[in-house]
């Protein structure tokens, strides 16, 4: 049984930087692709960013630059590094995981098996 939890949210003024964190249990780092997405209130739900086993990684076009995802495989730990934080980026943001999967793009064309409770992310100017 997979399970998902982030942490690392939290209010930052816009050019600040958070990083956030997704600690994975249940399941084998080398069957799973992992990601981000976001949402606002009233708004769908997007893709942020998606890592595959073999570190292959894709972003979205707005966070492209500043965003940056990781993975220690080692501690089933998922990353997400912000930097350059806008107004915008405010949001909740959900880890997710897809098994059998083999691109860093996955998140663009299926859904995830899992998703964390996400954490929340405040940016102001």
């Known amino acids: 049984h997979v399970q998902l939890v982030e942490s690392g949210g939290g209010s930052v003024q816009a050019g600040g930087s958070l990083r956030l964190s997704c600690a994975a249990s249940g399941y084998t780092a080398d069957k799973y692709c992992m990601g981000w997405f976001r949402q606002v209130p009233g708004k769908e739900r997007e893709g942020v960013a998606g890592i595959d086993s073999k570190g292959d990684t894709s972003y979205a076009e707005s966070v492209k630059g500043r965003f940056t995802i990781s993975e220690d495989s080692a501690k089933n730990i998922l990353y997400l590094r912000m930097n350059s934080l806008q107004l915008d980026d405010t949001a909740m943001y959900y880890c997710?995981?897809?098994?059998?999967?083999?691109?860093?793009?996955?998140?663009?064309?299926?859904?995830?098996?899992?998703w964390g409770q996400g954490t929340q992310v405040t940016v102001s100017s």
């Open positions: 997710a995981s897809r098994y059998d999967c083999h691109s860093g793009s996955w998140w663009k064309v299926v859904e995830p098996n899992y």
